[in-house]
């Protein structure tokens, strides 16, 4: 199935996107945890941001609104097929986003990813081409990462996770992230993989009619969920046992006692996956997120 196809209907009559729809192709609501990990790499790097302000909005303002916008612009492009079956109100299904829109909008917002990320110096340059070929290789043919149901959460999670927080840490400090702040960023990227496992609880008919074999397709849903909530927990033991190895216990505990509410959450979530599964994003990755932050400053210490 060609990236460059359109999608024609019979009800399809508009010739321009209409505003709101544009809006909502690039979804608002999926720009914070990228945002929120560029902003941890900032605190964790112990460099002081007086004078760098401008580095930091910015840096923060491309992880959220532009890269990731253009990540899911591009996504629902790759993907207009399955929410025909999914959730066919979706602007471009709909039609409100007619024609080739769609992709116009997603390349054009890579251009403006990578025009952005230029101001940010080579550190933050590099990260916006791999963040951008990471968009990319998740929705569009020939990889379609999206069709694994390892690799693409996988792929997801480092990119909205490890990627930004790795960024913001290198351009604060202009130098290269100690291996204990890489470690971690990484680990929070890896537990990742399970909330992105979870956001496919909402489209498995179509992924199953399309041939996607995301993990709620290939295990199940009850599977599914307990995978997706190993995933989540592991990383996040780990980097307790690292902060207590590295003298930092009451981050150490502070990271435990969110992951406790998390594992409060995940015997909710585990008695019905399908129907509970909205109500732990809202609530459950809130945790998960507070531990990424509480980790960010016990790293300011360490390792420089």
């Known amino acids: 199935m060609s990236v460059m196809s359109g999608l024609h209907t019979p009800t399809q009559t508009r010739r321009w996107p209409e505003p709101r729809a544009a809006l909502r192709l690039i979804k608002p609501v999926t720009w914070f945890p990228p945002m929120w990990a560029y ?48 959730e066919p109100d979706r602007p471009i299904p709909s039609g409100r986003i007619p024609g080739r829109w769609g992709l116009y909008i997603a ?75 890489i470690t971690i960023a990484t680990l929070y990227g890896l537990g ?14 179509g992924d199953r009619q399309m041939g996607l074999r995301s993990l709620p397709v290939a295990l199940g849903p009850d599977r599914a969920a307990k995978v997706a909530c190993w995933i989540m927990a592991l990383p996040q033991v780990i980097v307790i046992g690292l ?42 990755i809130v945790f998960y997120i507070s531990g990424m932050m509480i980790a960010a400053t016990a790293l300011r210490g360490i390792g420089g």
């Open 39 to 86: 902003l941890c790499g900032v605190v964790s790097s112990g460099a002081n941001p007086s004078g760098q302000w401008f580095f930091v909005v910015l840096g923060v303002i491309l992880a959220g609104p532009i890269v990731c916008g253009m990540s899911q612009a591009a996504n629902d492009w790759c993907d207009r097929h399955v929410d025909a079956i999914n």
């Open 107 to 181: 390349l054009a917002m890579t251009a403006l990813s990578l025009l952005v990320g230029y101001q940010l110096g080579p550190w933050g340059f590099g990260a916006t081409i791999l963040g951008v070929t990471a968009a990319w290789a998740y929705s569009a043919e020939p990889i379609r990462a999206k069709k694994s149901g390892w690799w693409g959460p996988g792929l997801c999670g480092l990119a909205y996770e490890t990627l930004p927080w790795i960024t913001g840490a290198a351009v604060v400090s202009a130098s290269a992230p100690t291996i204990e702040n």
């Open 192 to 205: 990742a993989h399970g909330i992105m496992t979870l956001n496919d609880f909402k489209a498995i008919e």
């Open 243 to 284: 902060l207590t190895y590295w003298d930092k216990p009451f981050h150490a505990l502070g990271v435990a006692a969110m992951l406790a509410v998390q594992l409060g959450a995940m015997r909710v979530l585990l008695r019905d996956p399908q129907g509970k599964t909205p109500w732990y994003q809202g609530m459950g």
